[in-house]
């Protein structure tokens, strides 16, 4: 009788001790199941680089938005991506591209490089602009700005390396004033509320007009 009472007595403890090790390994699996709540502090002097609210026009520099605005403009210039109707649609007359150059420019744009750009993107070509460099040289009206130009002749790979053609330059006379526009090209009343709710792009409702390119 007393062996039998050991033998159920140390079962008891075996099973106690089994789910005491159950239990802290459960447990120890539990603790290491934790998340990370990201806080991102990001004092970027652009709206679009920013999580809190925008910082107001006037409190930026000119140059700073005149420097933006420039490279903006020959991102437009020369980027592709492999989607024809992108090109269809850069080639419009309310374009960003077309809302930030005279029709001088644009139509400049469109003659020597849009149908070459839209073979590109026909065969799924992509290519990247870095702006480098903008400088005004003493006694010019012409910005001097520098460029990379990175395109990628395979697509859907990301082993693909770009060629690369660095170190490319264009001069640019351009119209700039700090500030929002206030008339369309016609003359009329422009409505920016309006325009930048119907998916109106940013850059073209300041005061910039590229009225000269030079492409070296």
Same mark, same amino acid.
């Given at each position: ?10 079962? !008891? ?11 802290? /390994? ?6 290491r199941n934790f998340s990370v709540n990201s806080v991102i502090f990001q004092p970027a002097d652009l709206s679009r680089d920013r999580i809190e609210k925008p910082i %107001? ?10 420097? @933006?605005? =420039? ?8 980027? =592709?991506? %492999? ?30 490089? &849009?149908e070459d750009m839209e073979n590109q993107a026909a065969q799924n070509i992509m290519r990247r602009v870095i702006v480098g460099n903008i400088v005004l040289p003493p ?14 002749? =395979?697509? @859907?790979? !990301?082993?693909? &390396? %770009? ?15 700090? /500030? ?5 090209? @016609? ?14 792009? %940013? &850059?073209? =409702? ?11």
């Open positions: 009788m007393k062996k039998a009472t050991a033998f159920l007595f140390g079962m !008891i403890l075996l099973v106690i001790a089994t789910g005491i090790v159950v239990i802290g /390994g459960k447990t120890f699996d539990i603790s %107001p026009l006037h409190v930026l520099s000119d140059d700073l938005i005149r420097n @933006n605005l =420039i490279k903006k403009f020959v991102h437009e210039y020369f980027y =592709i991506i %492999p989607d024809s109707n992108d090109m269809q649609r850069r080639e419009k007359p309310d374009s960003a591209l077309a809302r930030m150059s005279d029709p001088s420019v644009f139509n400049e744009w469109k003659d020597k490089f &849009a006694s010019s009206e012409y910005f001097q700005v520098t460029y990379d130009l990175l395109t990628w002749d =395979i697509a @859907n790979d !990301i082993t693909a &390396a %770009p060629q690369i053609q660095k170190n490319k330059t264009m001069s640019i006379r351009l119209e700039f004033e700090k /500030g929002v526009r206030q008339k369309q090209t @016609n003359g009329t009343f422009f409505d920016v509320k309006k325009y930048l709710s119907a998916g109106g792009d %940013p &850059a073209t =409702i300041l005061k910039f007009r590229v009225v000269e390119v030079i492409v070296k």
